[in-house]
């Protein structure tokens, strides 16, 4: 069957990737914004009630691997278990990300699904012997073209430098099979107009079809001048190209060659989340290889913006690889996952500072939301003995209350279920937050809780079930943003034994007004962002 778009006819699983991250260092902010951004995603689908699979992992071929291990005298798969064992998936537990698998390039249930896969498409005569030569970045793992390059300045004047790592690209020159990739760039191109939502942000889709209308090269699929790779399986004296070996995680995490029920209930991917440079791997050559071997293509390849520190990527090789740990210990995990996809436009360059992320805690955090959790669970406890009151009493303010939560709920989901707009879907939540604040202003609780009556009794108690209502709602707008905060102010609204556990309550249905009962029990608990201490050193 010929792959002509995102079919899955067979599949029930909303099925969303990271790339498998490098292990030649422990994992920085940059890597940590994306698999946040699929954290994120994936639990929104889990609380519409569909079924998710969520895949991260590492990638532990290739010669910049080779080298590192090489630099700290151990072996490549010795080097790999460590930092995957004691960097790699205690920060994702660390920052409460939920995913379903982890893939690790050298399991046996990968390597030998890939010797499978190129073995095919060389059996299809996809595949040929050739000899290349051409600069080469090792710490990319790719040939560059050589319009790629940019001139060296300094200790590297004379020298033709990586764009991305902004070092000097060696030239190889070896024996290698290459996989026809030249003959897929009309495919491409037409599946590309068929599917304009494809590849995200515009500008990445933009990159992409000029640079395959400018006309594909053969992919060379094999290196011979090292051996820590995936052997090609009719050659023993050439590893497998370490990207093909990488994208093909896939498909072999997900049951391929293995488990056809799981495969066939999975893939492809609906969304691909990647650093935008990886673009060209994911939106040309994973698709072309897809193309070569009758399968599906995935749904979209999101390319998000890089990370800045002072002008430059976040990056080990640039000294501003900061640890995600810096700064949770500060903040709090909570903070820290929100804080990157509220400040940022998702598929933006966004600059990261201290100050920015102190000033946005402080404002929309401790005082917008924090504060607003506060002074309702107080005011219920000084007032009516922390019993929620029912609303007897409800008049314009609090229709425009309930609207305002109905439009928030709507707005999130569309943004983040749909168009993997975090920020506006954040920002539409904690402006539904602002007007919650504005209501209380203007409503005055503490002064019409002066009025005894029967009348000033039941306006003090609408107004204190509104605005707990409303934080009912947001608990679940924001749990899969913030999981540790929404439980906690959940708890703290009497909401856990009247209506369930959080996670079971569906983003889709937040917006419906009346889902906390009269009476439940509401305490003021912990202070939901404490304040913060000085910055530390």
Known sequence: MAATGHEKPGATAYYVSTPIYYVNDAP????????????????????????????????????????????????????????????????????NIANDDFIRTTEKRHTDRVQEFVQDLYDKGEIYKGGYEGPYCVGCEEYKLPGDLIDGEGEFAGQKLCPVHKKPVELLKEENYFFKLSAYGPKLLEFYAANP?????????????????????????????????VPVPWDDQHVIYVWVDALLNYATAVGYGANQEKFDGTFPADV???????????????????????????????????????????????????????????????????????????????????EDFTARYTSELANDYGNLASRVAAMVGKYFDGALPEATAAGDAERAVQEGLAKAAATADLKIGEELDFQSGILAV???????????????????????????????????YTAAESLRGVAVLLNAVMPETSQKLWESLGAGESLGALADQRVQDAGTWGGLPAGATVTKGAVLFPRLEEKPA
Not at 45 to 62: A, F, I, N, P, S
Not at 202 to 212: D, G, I, K, L
């Open 430 to 464: 904690f402006d539904f937050v602002k007007q919650v604040n504005g209501y209380i202003t203007e409503q005055e609780p503490w002064k019409v809780a002066k009025d005894t009556t029967p009348e000033g009794r039941a306006r003090l108690a609408t107004i204190l």
């Open 272 to 354: 691909h989340l990647i650093g935008k440079d990886i673009l060209r791997f994911h939106s040309v050559i994973w698709p072309a290889m897809l193309m070569a071997q009758g399968l599906p293509l995935p749904g979209k390849v999101v390319a998000n913006g890089w990370l800045m520190v002072g002008g430059e990527k976040m990056s080990k090789s640039n000294l501003t690889g900061i640890k995600p740990q810096d700064l949770t210990s500060h903040f709090g995990v909570d903070a820290y996952r929100w804080y990157f996809l509220r400040a940022i436009a998702y598929g933006s360059d966004g600059s990261f500072s201290w």
């Open 197 to 229: 939502g494809f590849i995200q942000p515009e500008s990445a889709r933009n990159e992409v079809v000029n640079f395959v209308e400018q006309g594909l090269q053969d992919l060379s699929i094999s290196r011979s001048t090292f051996d820590w790779g």
């Open 28 to 95: 920085h902010l940059g890597h940590a914004y994306t698999t946040v951004a699929g954290d994120v995603l994936t639990r929104w689908h889990r609380q519409r009630g569909e079924k998710v699979w969520y895949l991260t992992g590492t990638d532990e071929h290739g010669q910049k691997i080779m080298r590192t291990a090489e630099a700290n005298g151990v072996t490549p798969q010795s080097w790999c278990d460590k930092l995957v064992e004691e960097a790699w998936k205690p920060l994702w537990e660390h920052l």
